[in-house]
């Protein structure tokens, strides 16, 4: 049987989350800038395809540090 209650997230991986965020968001940018510029179809289609995969690393990254802001202590420990 599994606790609904989450832990709260160390600084560490907080800052782990953080730059994975950073680096999907650096990903999409090149993606995109890569697709923008090339004129073979085929590294266009497979620059959409990985964008919208590093989307959606993306968004599941934001919602776990979203999640997880709910289960912060308030107080320093």
């Not at 999409?28 to 590093?54: F, M, Y």
Request: proline residues 3%; hydrophobic residues 30%.
């Amino acid at each position: 049987m599994h606790s609904t209650h989450m832990q709260a997230l160390s600084g560490k991986e907080l800052e782990y989350i953080a730059d994975s965020i950073s680096n999907e968001d650096l990903l999409i940018k090149q993606l995109a800038a890569t697709a923008g510029t090339t004129q073979n179809q085929t590294v266009q289609q497979i620059c959409v395809r990985q964008i919208q995969s590093h989307t959606q690393h993306m968004n599941s990254l934001i919602q776990l540090m979203q999640q997880h802001q709910q289960y912060a202590p308030t107080q320093p420990q």
